[in-house]
């Protein structure tokens, strides 16, 4: 019963370096997705796929690479870690068919 | 102009009072209107779905979807201290895609 699983949970970067969040569902979803989540912001979607091998820019795609290989997994690449991608990053996933979103429990980001 | 606005609080309440929370949107596009439920350091969950206007009524928590007004609440009766969290509003245009816009969340307080 784990549902979206995220690692890590909590990450310190220095300004310039790279990393990446891993994103695993196991309810064999075709839809995921990336989100930041800022104070007075809301949710913003970084990148989003709807299938193994296909994906997207959503709103706030600048700074952040993905890759969909399989239909588990959904890594977030941060190339060059800049302080205003200090944030909490969320993965979700859903069905094709339906609106409903589950998350993940979040990673909180630090860069400075 | 956001296109969907929510007061981010914090709203500090008593046990067993009424709660109402609200957003506004602009885009008359939108048909499906959702409430997740995110507590502390968790990802958001989803707590009310409705399509187009109307109301909708799961035990204490009911969703009211104004169109005409661009207005829809999220009503808790007989609110209690675990009811204590942040309530983000969420619209689409359609059903699947990756077209959700969040509101900020508003912050709730419900005080023993």
């Known amino acids: 019963n784990a549902g979206v699983t995220q690692t890590p949970k909590f990450q310190v970067l220095k300004t310039g370096q790279s990393m990446t969040l891993q994103c695993a569902q196991d309810?064999?979803?075709?839809?995921m997705s990336w989100y930041r989540q800022d104070p007075g912001m809301g949710l913003r979607l970084i990148h989003y796929s709807v299938g193994a091998g296909i994906t997207d820019q959503g709103e706030v795609p600048n700074g952040y690479n993905v890759s969909r290989s399989t239909t588990e997994d959904f890594p977030l690449r941060l190339l060059s870690a800049a302080p205003s991608q200090t944030s909490v990053y969320f993965c979700a996933s859903k069905s094709a068919t339906n609106e409903k979103l589950f998350f993940g429990s979040g990673t909180q980001l630090s860069v400075l | 102009q956001k296109e969907v606005e929510q007061d981010p609080g914090p709203l500090s309440v008593p046990e067993g009072a009424i709660v109402s929370l609200n957003c506004t949107y602009s885009?008359?596009?939108?048909?499906?209107f959702m409430w997740y439920r995110q507590y502390s350091r968790k990802g958001p969950e989803l707590l009310m779905y409705?399509?187009?206007?109307g109301n909708k009524e799961d035990g204490r928590f009911t969703a009211q979807v104004d169109k005409s007004s661009k207005y829809i609440s999220l009503f808790i009766r007989d609110s209690q201290p675990s009811d204590s969290a942040t309530y983000l509003c969420a619209m689409s245009p359609q059903a699947g895609g990756f077209k959700t816009m969040f509101g900020a969340g508003t912050r709730l307080f419900v005080k023993a």
């Open positions: 885009n008359s596009a939108f048909q499906y």
């Open positions: 409705t399509y187009s206007s």
């Open positions: 309810m064999n979803h075709e839809y």
